[in-house]
């Protein structure tokens, strides 16, 4: 394949890419462990220690949808707002909520805080023998429970500029549509996101690579293409992604389980919003469920 290059760099001389993700990438259950112990406390203070009302934590990012590389793991967690009635409050005070976040975890968090992000503030966290984790710590409030999923899509279609902060708010729907997914996909994501780190370069903002969350969803759509097998060759599924990103400027793909019909034909399809990298309607694309994405006709479908 014309890619085949890159793959042995990347993989190196491993013929079972079964072998090379259990022995390089998978997180046996006591590096699990101690990684998710560290991110407990750190959920912990944020439920403790710093003077916000917060009605729950939850774990995004690839450790909490079980994606994780073992030491690339990125972690979002989301702060759900217990005194925030809509995503449009939430940006109201979104400048003070990153300040006050950032004071505290600089202060008393134990982590290396970063520059804020306009949706979060960055912090690194170190771990068991020298890992460490990049973590987003992104404010939210629960619009899907107070609100409904009709009333939500109503807001977003009708207020543009206030996408990008409802990503945050809807990180359970994007959980819960990559867990369902077999271990041998698990695997195939984790392969992935490996090869994109190990050959790409580390900055996207210029949209001129795709990011992690959008490459895992070519491969969702690969594998649901194929009939969802629970069980595929690594090597194939791989090759098949990578031929799908030939033509990934032409690609558009939508998923209906969390998106209204209408609603994405009149806004997500009318352009290519897939590669602008982070900011604006990107970040939307990075967090929200599974939405948007990718372009046009889906080249030709070779199966795994
Ligand atoms: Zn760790």
Redesign the pocket.
């Known amino acids: 394949m014309a890619t085949g290059g890159g793959l042995l760099k990347t993989f190196g001389p491993y013929e079972n890419l079964d072998i090379f993700d259990a022995q390089n990438l998978q997180m046996n259950d006591s ?1 699990r462990a ?2 998710n112990a ?2 407990d406390r750190l959920v912990k203070f944020l439920q403790n220690n710093v003077p916000i009302k917060v009605k729950e934590v939850v774990k995004g990012g690839s450790l909490g949808k079980g994606t994780a590389v073992r030491d690339k ?1 990125d972690i979002d967690l989301v702060v759900f707002l217990s005194n925030y009635p809509t995503v449009r409050s939430v940006r109201a005070d979104m400048h003070q909520l990153l300040a006050t976040l950032e004071i505290y975890l600089r202060r008393y968090g134990g982590c290396n805080v970063l520059v804020p992000t306009p949706f979060s503030v960055q912090v690194n966290v170190s ?2 023998a020298s ?3 990049s973590v987003d710590i992104l404010p939210a409030c629960d619009v899907l429970g107070m609100h409904g999923q009709s009333a939500v899509y109503d807001e977003m279609f009708r207020s543009e500029d206030l996408r990008p902060y409802y990503s945050a708010s809807l990180v359970k729907l994007q959980l819960n549509f990559v867990k369902v997914l077999p271990a041998k996909m698990t695997s195939l994501i984790r392969l992935v996101k490996y090869w994109r780190k190990s050959e790409l370069p580390s900055d996207s903002g210029n949209g001129r690579w795709p990011t992690s969350y959008i490459l895992e969803l070519i491969v969702i759509r690969k594998w649901e293409d194929a009939g969802r097998p629970e069980r595929f060759d690594l090597k194939r599924g791989l090759h098949s992604f990578l031929q799908a990103l030939v033509n990934y400027r032409d690609l558009k793909v939508v998923w209906y389980q969390n998106y209204n019909r209408l609603y994405t034909q009149h806004s997500h399809l009318r352009g290519n919003t897939l590669w602008r990298g982070r900011g604006g309607e990107a970040k939307n694309t990075n967090l929200a469920p599974a939405p948007n994405t990718l372009a046009t006709p889906l080249f030709v479908i070779q199966h795994y």
């Open positions: 590096y101690s990684c560290v991110i793991s771990c068991h890992h460490e984790h």
